[in-house]
């Protein structure tokens, strides 16, 4: 079943296109072929690695034109003419005029970091699980790190799900100085919601990059990558230890679906109200207001 998403623009809900649905419901229906494909080839990197390579030919090009009337995108954003894309993965992670995406100016406001499917939770201690009511997936396992994981435990969370058709680059939230990138490595599982629905941990297994943003006025926030099937990488485009201004470029994610996710400390961000639809996914876009400092 295709999810259903609100759009912050216009307020109404829509059911969401799903790229390569048929492929989603073998991968995670419960069937035998589709367990055996998921765990003997689909969520190992080397294939997420060759599909990426795949999309980088310039044979590729063929299919952006298609696939933009498909999912209705706005080619009017972009800073290239389609003629000039020289491959689907070059599409994929393309640049957007400014006047695209401008960012929330005022001083107190975090924003939107990508495009995406949003979920927000001001305690994560008191939500009562992503997707599947009474699941929740560990902060330690997360982060990899038990300290860091007492830090957030009673602070905000913040879920974002890239789709395929998406504006797949990633931006700072807020102006800081960016620490040194943690890898993580682990499978590649997809970050759909039907994936999630049956493997919640998938967010806290997949391969992931952990940055701590150090800001003037919400503390301390992880910024979180996590790839997904067919992610070829997830590149960062900053330089560490510098200090960045509140939507410059972090990095992007090649081909593919992919999550971020952002951890805030207790009592630094009060969310935007119209953002907080209990388990309701709501389509935002980079540069918009997420929150404010407390």
């Not at 990426?52 to 290239?80: H, M, R």
């Not at 701590?212 to 990488?233: H, Q, R, W």
Request: positive net charge; proline residues 4%.
């Amino acid at each position: 079943m295709s999810p259903q998403v609100i759009d912050r623009v216009t307020g109404k809900a829509f059911t969401e296109k799903v790229f390569g649905e048929k492929w989603l419901k073998t991968l995670y229906g419960g069937n035998f072929l589709g367990a055996f494909l998921l765990h003997t080839l689909v969520k190992f990197s080397w294939f997420s690695k060759l599909f990426g390579f795949w999309q980088s030919l310039p044979f590729t090009k063929k299919k952006i034109v298609p696939f933009v009337k498909e999912y209705d995108i706005d080619a009017n954003e972009f800073e290239k003419e389609i003629r000039d894309f020289s491959s689907f993965n070059d599409f994929f992670t393309r640049h957007l005029k400014k006047s695209a995406r401008p960012i929330v100016e005022e001083k107190s406001a975090a924003c939107i970091p990508a495009d995406g499917r949003y979920l927000f939770y001001e305690n994560i201690e008191k939500t009562d699980g992503f997707v599947v009511k009474g699941k929740k997936f560990s902060l330690i396992e997360l982060l990899g790190n038990e300290e860091l994981a007492k830090r957030y435990a009673s602070g905000s969370l913040v879920i974002a799900r890239l789709a395929p058709c998406d504006y797949h680059r990633f931006h700072f939230p807020s102006p800081g100085i960016p620490g040194k990138p943690l890898l993580i490595q682990g499978p590649l599982f997809s970050v759909n919601p039907m994936a999630l629905k049956k493997k919640l941990s998938i967010l806290t297994e997949n391969k992931r990059v952990i940055t701590e943003l150090i800001t003037p006025s919400f503390g301390k926030v992880m910024i979180i990558e996590v790839g997904a099937t067919n992610v070829g990488s997830i590149v960062q485009t900053h330089q560490s230890g510098r200090e960045v201004k509140k939507g410059e470029e972090k990095g992007y994610f090649a081909f593919g679906g992919s999550t971020i996710i952002l951890l805030f400390e207790k009592g630094k961000i009060s969310f935007c109200k119209d953002l907080l639809q209990k388990n309701k996914e709501i389509r935002c876009l980079m540069g918009q207001a997420m929150g404010y400092s407390l």
